[in-house]
């Protein structure tokens, strides 16, 4: 009978459900807590409170603004004690393939929580961004226009973007980030430097991972908002959340976004829908299956290089982009787990422009410098005599009509990763196949890629991180290339951390770049994918009891065999071509520091040297040897103040970004250079009561007048205001 009562003891103890409570040090509940258990993820309720299937377990227990706790489930009640975390502790999962802190991951990185986008109160994804060090943000104009990223001077196909783990880039590396919306995202995580390692080929200068919102098994109740707001230049944006769960079984969470603004210019209209999915069953006490869903559909017109005079009335762009996958995850014991997904993307793109505009008799006043042309500026008549230093330049330019430009691609990909988890670290491996796809020149064209991944992160006494890893990438039409990179953090001093890294990234060749047929220009396919050598040193120390942080990192990216387009001699048809070689190099600088309760300022700075070394047209003032590379400015920087206290939250920044190489393109006034400028941006929101929140922000507060590309002005001042509606 003892032995039977036993028994049971030990089976009751194993299979009931583990319940309890996340408390802060004051004692009050945490609400939207993690906890992690056996492979079940949950969240916490208005309470703090969490129900896990799992009777024992090693849970991990994680909150914005909170350290993580990782403590032993043992069935019944369970209380959880969260301390403050420093300022430093950020969990971040694309570092690695597995969680972890940034400084045990001895990488570069930033992590905006939900907390943090909803602060920020920015639509678009892309203007969240331009806070983080090391980026560069390039858009065409205002609100939907073309939009591109650079990571630590790399190429703008150099930084792959990951939905919950999907790739989004177009075979190749492209992204246009302008329909990416911040709705439905619980986390964006940015990692700067090569990835290639983990996630292949695109993942050569940086990654940037948007985790979707998960909805909460234990809210049978659903909890919900409703947002909208109006502003300047007739701009409306509507917006709804719901998510919830039915007990420990399933969890949902689905959001819908709708954008729009008639724009500053004729023809400078933008309408962009987003609709998000995330939906989790529970299929045992130690596996879970998840879907998730993310699309959006924009038009916008496209009225060319405004700033120049030149206005085209007709062009117009239509995009739709969805992502889809389905993942199942299962745990193996108390140190394995593994998880096997689906994931599909696909991107359909239209560019119409129908008729003829112009000719627009143009001129500027431009100025020679050492190897640069400036704008001096643009004249609306010509002048009778020419200031000393400057010279005239006229042009006549006429829009032509051309055929319907669609372009569609699609990714489809298998994937499995194992996690060993072991004393002192983790290790994770799996297999990656991807069918990329695209409708090229009339050709329906395909491509495979396999590839094999592992990495190690082991911590040595608790003082010394080692990380690192390789991946073998097997492409249809590259064949192999082999990418390692390893880390080593230091911890010098209880908040002290010194850290190397070295990696090797690597972009392949796009589809049309390999495959096109044109009577004008073909594909080549023995084109090499495009590489990135990075070294890298950082330090990161904490002051003042914690209160405040610094980080200063140096990096050093040489670029190889990068790919561009070269016109041959008649009757050859041009091709592209392994050419060019760059380099960049870099100081990053960023510090955060608590001020006082709920005062928190934040800044950073990045000075980069960039060269072109080699060049296909050496003697080029925009691309020739010696040229700095393009929007890539040579300084940067961020800074902000954010207040968060009681029912008031605000937060006003600035953007600086320096003077930097460019291009005026259709007008061929030959300038080179684009001024710096700053961007003044202020936004606050005060809850009224416990569902209703007004809101306003201010865009381009100074009303500055500048062009991130040139020829297409940046949207003036905006104002916009608005009401959430929670339950």
Known sequence: MRILASFLLTVSLCCAATQGTVVDPSGRPVRGARVECAGESVTTDEEGRFSVAAGRCSATVTAAGFSTARIELNGGE??????????????VVSATRHQTT??????????????????????????????????????????????????????RTGTLVMVDGVPVNDPGGEINLAGFSTNGLERVEVVRGPESALFGAEASSGVIQLFTVRGNAEDRLPRGSVTYERGSFQTDRIGANVAGGSGALLDYALSAEQFHTVGEYQNDYFRNTTGTANVGLRLGASSQVRGIFRAFDSMLGAPNQVGYGI???????????????????????????????????RSWDLFTDSKMDGPFEIAALVRDGDRRVYLERLLTSVPQTIPAGTRLETRSVTLYAFDPFLSLTSRKNVDYQGTLTHSGG??????????????????????DNHGFFLHEQRAIAGRLFLSGGMRMEHNSAFGNKLTPRGAAS?????????????????TEPSLLQNYARDPFFVGNRDLRPEKTTSYEAGIVREWFGRRLRTEAAAFHNSFRDLIVFVFLPFPEPSTWQNVETSRARGLEFNGQARIAAGLIASGNFTRMWSRITRSSSPNSLFTGVGQELPRRPGNSGAASLAYVKGRFSAQAGAQLVGERQDTDGGPGFGVTRNPGYQNVYAGASVRISRYLSPFVRVNNLLDQRYQEVLGYPAQSRAINGGVKLQW
């Open 426 to 447: 983790a290790a994770v491996f799996g297999y990656e196949f991807e069918r990329q796809r695209g409708d090229l020149t009339g050709t329906d064209i395909a491509r």
């Open 311 to 345: 206005q085209d009335l007709d062009a117009n762009e239509a995009t739709r982009d969805y992502v889809a996958a389905v993942r199942l995850d299962d745990v193996r014991g108390r140190n394995y787990v593994q998880r096997l997904s689906f994931g599909y993307h």
């Open 78 to 91: 369970a209380r959880v004690e969260l301390a403050l975390a420093p300022l430093s502790e950020r969990v």
């Open 490 to 506: 230091l911890r010098v001093a209880p908040s002290t951390f010194v850290r190397l890294s070295a990696g090797l990234g690597i």
């Open 102 to 155: 940034v400084e045990e991951a001895g990488v570069s990185a930033t992590v905006y929580t939900k907390q943090d986008l909803e602060l920020r109160q920015a639509p678009n994804l892309a203007d969240v961004l331009r806070d983080t060090p090391g980026l560069s943000i390039a858009r065409y104009g205002r609100p939907g226009s073309l939009t591109q990223i650079f990571a630590r001077g790399g190429q």
